[in-house]
């Protein structure tokens, strides 16, 4: 037989968020393409890795993650979210949320199974689902605030269906799932009895007034629901890889093996960094943390209005889909690529979260950057003639 990649690999395709971040490289530009947050760190998460550094964490740790990160995000998670989570059997820290997400589909979907997920969607979701032969079936969400229906999803369903995704507060639409929305997907679950796989990432970034709800705490979701979450985001570290999912001791339990197949287990150092952070920062900081973001939106929106790149305003997470229909080209590729070339402003092609052709309407921002880089990106956007 002649060599060849696998089948798996062969559906996949290098993600256009990184294609991007190279292009933005190459072109010496202002990278609002990869959501790499490079705002500052909080004190007390990197003074908590470098004192477990001189401490001796760094051998293996356990496959599901040190005891006291474990124990940490059980606390934070009965605090914060409402949920009870035993830190011995339901939490299993990995490789950031995007290996979480990955050991949880390769745990518990089988090729050919259907997975429901959410457009616009996160293309790593999408990636993930690829690559353990799963089938995504999309939802399409009605924009400006991106909203569906129970029939939508009545529609979608099949006796293939084992799962659904819900991403709150989304990326790339900003979108926060109200209470109402989730009640619905709740329902849906439990009638079909499907999985519900929530990416719960962006938690602490919401704007407006907006709660944060996690659909395992909703009646009879504890059983079925996967709630995946980190601290790349909120403490800054997207390179640490730290992250978490909450699942059932059943499913616990295989989500943990994959975890140790896949990748042993994440960082020792970086894991009590983390935990450090959680244990000692209150809720002022995730608080202000939402008040900095929810300015930093407002500032960015504003320019690309006066850009005349009409924004979808975001209640969350820490990105923009921005209508660029004005702009040369007949693809998200080709105007994220003029926007690039003419301004040095870097944009992820809206095709990265659209099946159909509404994602050449669309590129996608990222304002997770420091103050000075998003002035100088608004300014940038304003003064070009586009």
Not at 144 to 158: G, H, I, K, N, R
């Amino acid at each position: 037989m002649a060599r060849s990649v696998s089948r798996k690999m062969a559906n996949l395709d290098q993600s256009e968020i990184r294609a991007m971040t190279q292009a933005c490289v190459s072109m010496k530009g202002l990278n609002m393409a990869q959501g790499v947050c490079d705002t500052p760190v909080p004190p007390a998460v990197l003074q908590g890795a470098e004192r477990a550094i001189e401490q001796g964490y760094n051998l293996y740790t356990r496959f599901d993650g040190l005891p006291k990160l474990r124990q940490a995000i059980a606390r934070k998670l009965a605090h914060y979210n409402g949920i009870q989570a035993d830190p011995e059997t339901e939490i299993t820290v990995s490789a950031g949320a995007t290996g979480a997400f990955h050991c949880a589909c390769a745990a518990l979907l089988d090729p050919h199974d259907e997975v429901i997920l959410f457009e616009p969607y996160y293309q790593y979701h999408i990636s993930a689902l690829l690559a353990v032969e799963a089938s995504p079936v999309i939802v399409k969400m009605q924009e400006p605030a991106w909203t569906y229906d129970l029939t939508q999803l009545e529609q979608a369903v099949t006796p293939k269906t084992k799962a659904i995704i819900v991403n709150s507060p989304g990326n790339p639409s900003g979108k926060v799932f109200t209470r109402e929305e989730l009640e619905i997907v709740a329902g849906f679950a439990q009638r079909h009895d499907l999985f519900v796989f929530t990416d719960e990432i962006y938690e602490y970034f919401l704007y407006d007034g907006w709660q944060h709800l996690s659909i395992a705490t909703l009646p009879g979701m504890a059983e079925r629901a996967i709630t995946i979450g980190g601290y790349s985001k909120t403490f800054s570290v997207t390179g640490w890889r730290i992250g978490y999912s909450i699942a059932a001791e059943q499913w616990s339990r295989v989500i943990g093996a994959m975890n140790d197949l896949l990748y042993v287990c994440a960082p020792a150092p970086l894991q009590m960094g983390v935990a450090s952070g959680i244990n000692q920062l209150s809720d002022d900081f995730y608080q202000g943390l939402a008040r900095a973001y929810q300015r930093k939106r407002d500032k960015f929106c504003s320019a690309l209005d006066k850009a005349g790149l009409t924004p979808s305003i975001p209640n969350g997470a820490y990105y923009v889909l921005a209508d660029v229909s004005k702009l040369p080209g007949v693809t998200g590729k080709a105007r994220a690529m003029y926007l690039l070339e003419k301004t040095g402003v870097a944009a992820v092609p809206g095709e990265a979260f659209f099946a159909g052709p509404e994602g050449a309407k669309f590129v996608r921002f990222s304002y997770a950057k420091t103050d000075s880089d998003l002035v100088e990106a608004c300014n940038r956007l304003t003064r070009t003639r586009l």
